[in-house]
């Protein structure tokens, strides 16, 4: 069966500091990979989103990026991060060319003081 | 654009009575809709989906929605809504574009049950 996993589980940073958040799937080919951000436990905002090694579509123009490395496993930087990137971040996936739905991982609070 | 609503920020039920959740979409084409779950400092967990058939879908927990087309709804529904139903809901509108799939969520309601 397929798992998703992401760490830190949570980090506390200051202002100004560099971010690096990851996400592997395990038991899967090629998944379509989700970086979300949820900010106040409300919505989600969709950040970043891939469907292959090196393919990265941005939603939101900020102060984050995202790389993907390796088939199973989506990273989000910062090199310096703001007061307003606090939030809660999830990452998410869905098999390619496979059911719509995306499966979340249990995110990482992120703390900017 | 594809877009979904989620009208109540919370609804509150008492335990033992029906729970519905509503959600509006506004999409061009066929709307794809899903329903998900956060309980605290969890990620989302899917609960059903409609894509095509029934009107009414059948998902985890006990819960069920029902697709409207004139309404252009799909509320979310528990007959007996318990304690632990308490949680986050989120309603979700696929997309399609240049790079590929991508689901629009709408805004949460949140759902108390009290016992």
């Known amino acids: 069966s397929q798992t998703i996993h992401q760490w830190p589980a949570t980090l506390v940073q200051p202002v100004g500091s560099p971010l690096s958040l990851e996400c592997t799937v395990e038991?899967?080919?090629?998944?379509?990979l989700y970086w979300y951000r949820q900010a106040a436990g409300r919505g989600l905002q969709l950040l970043f989103y891939s469907v292959g090694i090196g393919q990265i579509s941005s939603e939101v123009p900020q102060n984050l990026s995202a790389s993907r490395p390796q088939d199973r496993q989506f990273i989000l930087s910062s090199k310096k991060l703001l007061l307003s990137d606090s939030g809660f971040y999830l990452c998410a996936w869905r098999p390619a060319g496979g059911p719509l739905e995306q499966y979340f991982g249990p995110g990482t609070r992120l703390t900017v003081t | 654009a594809q877009s979904v609503a989620q009208p109540e920020d919370q609804v509150n039920v008492a335990e033992g009575n029906p729970l519905t959740v509503k959600c509006t979409y506004s999409v061009s084409g066929n709307p794809y809709l899903f329903w998900y779950v956060q309980y605290p400092n969890r990620g989302l967990q899917f609960l059903l989906k409609y894509i095509t058939g029934d009107n009414l879908v059948k998902g985890s927990y006990g819960f069920e929605a029902e697709f409207n087309k004139s309404q252009t709804s799909f509320h979310l529904k528990k007959p007996s809504a318990l304690v632990s139903d308490s949680a986050l809901y989120f309603c979700a509108v696929r997309e399609v574009s240049a790079a590929g799939n991508k689901l629009t969520f709408g805004g949460g309601t949140r759902v108390l049950v009290k016992p």
């Open positions: 038991g899967t080919s090629n998944p379509n």
